[in-house]
Nanobody, 116 residues
Framework: QVQLRESGGGLVQAGGSLRLSCAVS????????MGWHRQAPGKERELVAT???????YYADSVKGRFTISRDEAKNTIYLQMNNLKPEDTAVYYC??????????WGQGTQVTVSS
């Protein structure tokens, strides 16, 4: 069973930075993509960033140039570096993995709150 656990969320001032981490356990062979989503109160969950196993990263227009997704395979950890945070970035952030057999796994989410 694959399990994802996010950390690094919290309260930050506008213009500040946070790095979210997602520790992955279990059998992670045959991963096709990894990504981060977020969901603000009253809004649908939206894609923030994703990267195929052997492809180019994609970013939502709202975070392009500010956020960076990466993975440390040795540590089995996915990161989301968030710079120049804005109040509209406030949301619960979820990491996820997708596998070549169409399985998908999600973390429990971590709250990011950006104050003005």
């Amino acid at each position: 069973q694959v399990q994802l656990r996010e950390s690094g969320g919290g309260l930050v001032q506008a213009g500040g930075s946070l790095r979210l981490s997602c520790a992955v356990s279990g059998d992670t062979t045959c991963i096709s993509a990894m990504g981060w989503h977020r969901q603000a109160p009253g809004k649908e969950r939206e894609l923030v960033a994703t990267i195929p196993d052997s492809g180019r990263a994609y970013y939502a227009d709202s975070v392009k140039g500010r956020f960076t997704i990466s993975r440390d395979e040795a540590k089995n950890t996915i990161y989301l570096q968030m710079n120049n945070l804005k109040p509209e970035d406030t949301a619960v952030y979820y990491c996820n993995l997708a596998f070549s057999d169409s399985r998908a796994f999600w973390g429990q989410g971590t709250q990011v709150t950006v104050s003005s």
